[in-house]
């Protein structure tokens, strides 16, 4: 019988897709995709329809995209809580995508094994995760909801960092606490 090595656990917090990884504002993410393409800051569309953030309560992007031949790279944002005028956008989300043939889904998985290193569900490569808890049980992957994971499925790469959305509901629920005066 064969003895199965524990999941790999990393923390992906620390990984980049494109040069641009969870928590960077804005300006960071947008600075790290033009850096990392080698583009103009005009070759990045915004959200182009803007709208009240919850946060800042102010009109605010939540998303760019860069797209050439294909391949995609869409950037989602959350409120920064706690607000900072200077840095009021969190990355949130990024995913990247090439579109689908048997040779990109192998090459999206060769280069991801070179970049991030094994996989948290190894053996299972279908999705590929790569999380800091991952389950105990080899292959089963990463309980999503509570942390950081980065997925690779075939082609679409997404790393999403779940702290920020919970701490723009936390900053929700408390921004509506009354004290009952009847």
């Given at each position: 019988?064969?003895?199965?090595?524990?999941?790999?656990?990393?923390?992906?917090?620390?990984?980049?897709?494109?040069?641009?990884?969870?928590?960077?504002?804005?300006?960071?993410?947008?600075?790290?995709?033009?850096?990392?393409y080698?583009?103009?800051?005009?070759?990045?569309?915004?959200?182009?329809?803007?709208?009240?953030?919850?946060?800042?309560?102010?009109?605010?992007?939540?998303?760019?995209?860069?797209?050439?031949?294909?391949?995609?790279?869409?950037?989602?944002?959350?409120?920064?809580?706690?607000?900072?005028?200077?840095?009021?956008?969190?990355?949130?989300?990024?995913s990247?995508?090439?579109?689908?043939?048997?040779?990109?889904?192998?090459?999206?998985?060769?280069?991801?094994?070179?970049?991030?290193?094994?996989?948290?569900?190894?053996?299972?490569?279908?999705?590929?995760?790569?999380?800091?808890?991952?389950s105990?049980?080899?292959?089963?992957?990463?309980?999503?909801?509570?942390?950081?994971v980065?997925?690779?499925?075939?082609?679409?790469?997404?790393?999403?960092?779940?702290?920020?959305?919970?701490?723009?509901?936390s900053?929700?629920?408390?921004?509506?606490k009354?004290?009952?005066?009847?």
């Amino acid at each position: 019988m064969y003895a199965m090595s524990a999941p790999r656990s990393v923390d992906v917090r620390e990984f980049d897709i494109a040069g641009v990884k969870t928590g960077m504002d804005f300006e960071q993410a947008v600075a790290a995709a033009t850096q990392h393409y080698k583009i103009q800051r005009n070759d990045i569309k915004v959200d182009p329809f803007p709208t009240v953030n919850l946060v800042t309560q102010t009109k605010l992007p939540t998303y760019f995209t860069y797209e050439k031949d294909g391949v995609k790279l869409t950037v989602n944002f959350e409120g920064r809580v706690p607000l900072n005028p200077s840095h009021p956008l969190t990355v949130s989300m990024v995913s990247y995508e090439l579109p689908w043939s048997q040779q990109n889904s192998a090459a999206m998985a060769n280069a991801a094994r070179d970049k991030y290193g094994e996989h948290s569900n190894a053996p299972n490569n279908l999705p590929m995760q790569w999380c800091e808890k991952p389950s105990s049980n080899p292959g089963m992957g990463c309980a999503r909801g509570d942390q950081a994971v980065l997925e690779l499925s075939q082609v679409r790469m997404t790393l999403t960092d779940p702290a920020w959305q919970k701490a723009r509901i936390s900053f929700m629920n408390d921004s509506q606490k009354r004290k009952p005066s009847f």
